[in-house]
């Protein structure tokens, strides 16, 4: 895996929206949800099995919230990278949230050929950063101050996919009540990342 670490403490605001191919989603099933997020579990396991990837246990212990990525990179006129993730954030009682689904991509003009994925894990230190996404797309890395790991940092944005996980849920919640809530069953594909999550940021 190509992999890149980004501890992200503020994040800027996208100045313009992204052409609609980054948007562009077909009928989304749920297994596709539940392969997302098993895929973003892989991605935190194998980034923690490697020294040279490791996010430090003096970084974890103070993190608020956690989002993993996975994007592909392609184009010929324009460069998109589109993707998804998601993220956890530590709740009111100090526990952990359920995992949400969000968006990620990027919209970049030059000619670029061939793709490339990008997997990338961001540590958020304060609450308010992750819970812009709840009514606003948050650009990463032009505006963010952001310490970069061995593959530096990527530009991109993070949405909310309410869609996603109104699907994956079976809930008409959104992201922000899903986050915040107590009331929610974490379903068994959850689990497994939940669990792993609370054994390396208690």
């Known amino acids: 895996m190509k992999t890149q670490f980004l501890l992200a403490g503020l994040i800027g605001l996208i100045a313009a929206a992204a052409p609609t191919a980054v948007h562009a989603q077909r009928e989304l099933q749920r297994k596709e949800c539940v392969t997302r997020i098993e895929t973003c579990e892989a991605i935190l396991r194998e980034f923690q099995a490697d020294p040279a990837t490791a996010i430090p246990a003096q970084i974890l212990a103070r993190a608020r919230a956690i989002v993993i990525t996975n994007q592909f990179k392609a184009g010929f006129i324009l460069g998109i990278k589109d993707g998804y993730g998601v993220l956890m954030a530590k709740k009111t009682d100090g526990q952990w949230s359920l995992p949400v689904l969000i968006r990620a ?63 994956f849920y079976e809930t008409t919640y959104t992201m922000p009540e899903i986050l915040d809530s107590d009331w929610i069953t974490p379903p068994s594909e959850v689990q497994p990342l939940m669990a792993y999550v609370r054994s390396i940021a208690p």
């Open 105 to 167: 991509g990027e919209a970049s003009l030059g000619l670029q050929v061939g793709g490339r994925a990008i997997e990338t894990v961001y540590i958020f230190n304060d609450d308010q950063t992750p819970r812009r996404l709840f009514s606003q797309r948050l650009n990463v890395g032009v505006d963010a101050s952001a310490i970069a790991g061995p593959k530096g940092a990527e530009a991109g944005f993070l949405s909310s996919d309410d869609k996603a996980n109104r699907l």
